[in-house]
Nanobody, 123 residues
């Protein structure tokens, strides 16, 4: 079982940078592939990035080149570094963990979710 808590959200100006952190608890964190998603008001949940236990990563085309996912298995943490932020990046950002070792872009393949952290980008 994995429990996830996000932090690092806040208000940032367009063009700025922000790093989100996700702290995990549980015995088998290093075996879980992790992901970041976001959801804006009135919109569907959107996949952003995934990373497996070896550190191999994948990204949605919309954020490739701007967002970077990483993990530290010793600290049981996963990060999302965001640069060149735009007002359309405004959303609640969620950290998630799969119930297996493989990564995925599909939200229904993630069995564990944090409560989310708000990111607001002003113009």
């Amino acid at each position: 079982q994995v429990q996830l808590v996000e932090s690092g959200g806040g208000l940032v100006q367009a063009g700025g940078s922000l790093r989100l952190s996700c702290t995990a608890s549980g015995r088998t964190f290093s075996n879980n592939a992790m992901g970041w998603f976001r959801q804006a008001p009135g919109k569907e949940r959107e996949f952003l990035a995934t990373i497996n236990w070896l550190g191999n990563s994948g990204y949605a085309d919309s954020v490739k080149g701007r967002f970077t996912i990483s993990r530290d298995n010793a600290k049981k943490m996963v990060y999302l570094q965001m640069i060149s932020l735009k007002p359309e990046d405004t959303a609640v950002y969620y950290c998630a963990a799969t119930s297996s070792r493989h990564g995925s872009s599909l939200g229904n393949e993630y069995g564990y979710w944090g409560q989310g952290t708000q990111v607001t980008v002003s113009s």
